[in-house]
């Protein structure tokens, strides 16, 4: 039989996905598995989003156009213009979520063999899409006892080389929750123009931004306008995960003309996904303010608990709804996965509080449903290791994802701090 090319033996497993056999086998058990390993909004679709689609009125499913619907990105330059983006609806392209975006990116500004310069901890796929385009990453470190602030430009210079393409950065962060401050973006900014750089910001968290800071795109940063590429998606904003829409933004037209030939190839985005997408951009701004509200709320709550638990630190993020936490263990993934294997917890035989009363904005209707037997609890996480390009470092670190309601984050705060205290006898031996 012949075997897989050296490219697709190289591509890394994902650090959010890898482990979700031993969770599906843990629920199979009868183990509730608190799922903060994955940023998967549990907050509702826009009831607009969901009218758009029950109330469709169509014979025929067809293809779109390949850069994209022409009212949804007429809509998106108004969405954009509220953060002071001034934009024509041609300098925005429309593809299969985030992640078609920043692969079109790769395979029309890059050759193999180009250098990408990433932050690390930095988003896993950045790493998988990167290899699959055959570019090397370069990456520069943020520490967590910085709280994953940009590291120096002196870090950055002497990563660059002659063959060095581009920087790549997520604003507010993926993995770390860090939010750039315009001071840090200037750093960026005068590193992309003075070696005369691409500059990739991905900015699909813009609208989960707590410190009350101002958010600064790259698409505002005077002097590189040609140089910025945007990727953006509609998934976190709008709990849309599931529409596979997202966006390249860009004002350089070789780019734009470029992708576009990666798009005419795949054809078009998916249809029905661009018409929820539109019906969410206007009269949603409530639905908006209360799912900024409900995160804010939750990361307060799930921060503070994670730093109570003995020999847990994570910062406090200033923005989307993760956060990388140290935790005292030698192999985070090795106790990831115990988690999801050995372990269950139930507390004298206690079933979780039902509601636990709290509820997100009124926008869940009726009561929640009644939780199956189950024979104990455990939680599931992503190792941390999996988010650096440099595989020494992240190794008693995790991500985790404050997606879920209030009760259930208590829940597995109490769980987390059980199985710390079970897995401390298991690697003394005992």
């Known amino acids: 039989m012949p075997g897989i090319s050296r490219r697709g033996a190289s591509l890394p497993a994902s650090p959010i996905r890898k482990l979700a056999p031993y969770a599906e086998s843990a629920i199979q058990r009868g183990v509730k598995v608190y799922h903060l390993n994955i940023g998967q909004p549990d907050l509702p679709t826009p009831e607009k989003a969901l009218d758009a689609i029950r109330t469709l009125d169509r014979r025929t499913l067809e293809y779109s156009p390949s850069n994209g619907i022409r009212s949804l990105r007429d809509k998106l330059t108004g969405y954009y213009s509220r953060f002071g983006i001034n934009l024509s609806q041609d300098e925005i392209i429309v593809t299969s979520g985030g992640s078609e975006a920043l692969l079109a990116t790769f395979l029309t500004c890059f050759d193999p063999g180009d250098e990408v310069i990433i932050t690390e901890p930095g988003y896993a796929n950045y790493l998988s899409f990167a290899k699959a ?13 910085d709280g994953f602030a940009l ?26 929750g860090h939010l750039y401050s315009p001071e840090e973006l200037f750093q960026i900014r ?9 500059l990739i910001s991905d900015e699909v968290y813009r609208e989960f931004v707590y410190n009350g800071k101002p958010y600064v795109s790259a698409l505002t940063l005077f002097g590189i306008e040609e140089n910025v590429i945007v990727v953006d998606s509609v998934s976190k904003r709008y709990s849309e995960c599931g529409i596979r829409v997202g966006m390249v933004v860009t004002r350089n037209k070789e780019i734009l003309e470029g992708i576009m030939h990666f798009c005419q190839s795949r054809l078009s985005p998916p249809l029905l996904g661009q018409i929820a997408a539109e019906a969410s951009i206007e009269g949603t701004e409530l639905y908006s303010e209360e799912c900024f509200n409900e995160y804010k709320a939750r990361r307060d709550f799930f921060i503070e608990g994670l730093n109570k638990i003995p020999g847990v630190y994570s910062p406090l993020p200033e923005g989307a709804f993760y956060t990388v936490a140290s935790l005292p263990v030698k192999n985070a993934e090795d106790f990831c996965r115990w988690c999801l294997t050995d372990f269950c917890w139930k507390e004298n035989g206690e079933e979780p509080e039902e509601n636990g009363g709290i509820r997100f904005g009124g926008l869940i209707p009726g009561p929640e449903k009644k939780e199956p037997e189950f024979i ?10 999996g988010f650096y390009a440099n595989k020494e470092l992240g190794a008693n670190q995790v991500r985790m994802a404050y997606v879920l309601k209030r009760e259930d984050l208590a829940r597995a705060l109490k769980v987390l701090e059980k199985a710390l205290e079970a897995y401390r006898k298991v690697e003394a031996g005992e």
């Open 151 to 176: 590291p120096s430009a002196a870090d950055f210079e002497t990563a660059i080389t002659d063959k060095t393409r581009a920087i790549l950065i997520c604003n507010p962060n993926n993995p770390t």
């Open 190 to 198: 005068d590193l992309v123009r003075d070696h005369n750089l691409f």
């Open 376 to 385: 104990g609890e455990t939680v599931m996480m992503a190792p941390a290791a």
């Open 133 to 145: 385009a055959g570019l090397v990453v370069k990456a520069v470190t943020s520490r967590i006892e």
